[in-house]
């Protein structure tokens, strides 16, 4: 899948990932290859990717996310931290 991760302040993340963790409003939700298409509203918490074998946990302040043919377009608010 193609990943892009955007912020106000720039880029954060663009390239392929096998699976993108997100903190939903109404709950934590994976996406992988294939998914049907779904757009979702985020609050604060834990995003995660894995993206050539590499975990990356994103610490976000909220934002959206739009998934459709195996694109996943995510606007966070803010990048709080990065752990990998």
Request: glycine share 12%; net charge negative; charged share 20%.
């Given at each position: 899948?193609?990943?892009?991760?955007?912020s106000?302040?720039?880029?954060?993340?663009?390239?392929?990932?096998?699976?993108?963790?997100?903190?939903?409003?109404?709950?934590?939700?994976?996406?992988?290859?294939?998914?049907?298409?779904?757009?979702?509203?985020?609050?604060?918490?834990?995003?995660?990717?894995?993206?050539?074998g590499?975990?990356?946990?994103?610490?976000?302040?909220?934002?959206?996310?739009?998934?459709?043919?195996?694109?996943?377009?995510?606007?966070?608010?803010?990048?709080?931290?990065?752990?990998?």
């Amino acid at each position: 899948m193609k990943l892009e991760i955007i912020s106000p302040e720039g880029n954060v993340f663009s390239g392929d990932a096998e699976l993108v963790t997100l903190p939903g409003t109404l709950g934590s939700f994976t996406i992988m290859p294939g998914h049907a298409p779904i757009i979702s509203t985020l609050e604060k918490g834990k995003l995660r990717y894995v993206s050539g074998g590499q975990d990356t946990q994103l610490l976000i302040d909220g934002g959206f996310i739009e998934m459709k043919n195996n694109v996943i377009t995510v606007c966070v608010e803010q990048v709080l931290n990065t752990r990998e």
